[in-house]
């Protein structure tokens, strides 16, 4: 059972470089989610999506967009990478939002220098 | 403003210990709560939920949680660590979205 999948595991860009982040689920789920974990910070919500062709923002939406093309792909891009955006990025998807259970990728450690 | 609030940064307890991680919210109504678990390297696992009903939960790998509306808390507990339960723990509540707390760090000595 693969439940959700995040490619690549580790980047490193240098600043103003792009790149894009995968995210695969196998569940048939409706809500996909984007966040970033820092220390001390707990996890922040970036985008989310609620079905194919929708994206909406989250806590900390700037510098990132976010396409959901197919129900079990939603992708993260950074147009230009900086510094702050140094990060262990995690996807989630759900079966319903709100109160939904999540269930999470391995993540995704980018650097940016 | 919707907030979780993790007060225990990092706890280190012994093996065969009872652990108890703090977790309070700040919400107008009664949200639907969650412990997450994440191992070093790994995305994060659900551990329990609780929506409604019984206020003890039971979940995966021997962890309970008790929610206090009293008190706005949903502490998790584990009568008796395991080396293996060497984890970050993270408190979550659902509103309209998935807030999660800061988490708690958990050593755990042999």
């Known amino acids: 059972n693969a439940g959700v999948t995040q490619t690549p595991k580790f980047r490193v860009l240098k600043t103003g470089q792009s790149m894009t982040l995968l995210c695969a689920q196998d569940?048939?789920?409706?809500?996909m989610y984007w966040y970033r974990q820092d220390p001390g910070m707990g996890l922040r919500l970036i985008h989310y999506?609620?079905?194919?062709?929708?994206?909406a923002k989250g806590e900390v939406p700037d510098g990132y967009n976010v396409s959901r093309l197919k129900k079990q792909n939603f992708l993260l891009g950074l147009e230009s990478a900086a510094p702050s955006q140094t990060s262990v990025y995690f996807c989630?998807?759900?079966?319903?939002?709100?109160?939904?259970?999540?269930?999470f990728g391995a993540g995704t450690r980018l650097s940016v220098l | 403003a919707q907030s979780v609030t993790q007060p225990d940064i990092h706890i280190t307890v012994s093996e065969g210990a009872s652990l108890e991680l703090r977790c309070n919210y700040s919400?107008?109504?009664?949200?639907?709560l969650f412990w997450y678990v994440q191992s070093p390297g790994q995305g994060l696992q659900l551990l329990l939920k609780y929506f409604s009903g019984d206020t003890l939960v039971q979940g995966i790998k021997g962890f309970e949680a008790e929610f206090k509306r009293s008190q706005s808390s949903f502490n998790l507990r584990k009568p008796s660590v395991h080396w293996s339960d060497a984890a970050e723990y993270f408190c979550?509540?659902?509103?309209?979205?998935?807030?999660f707390g800061t988490g708690t760090r958990l050593q755990v000595f042999p």
């Open positions: 979550a509540v659902a509103f309209d979205k998935l807030i």
């Open positions: 999506s609620v079905g194919e062709g929708t994206t």
């Open positions: 989630a998807s759900s079966y319903e939002g709100g109160p939904g259970i999540q269930y």
């Open positions: 919400y107008g109504a009664t949200p639907y």
């Open positions: 569940m048939n789920h409706e809500y």
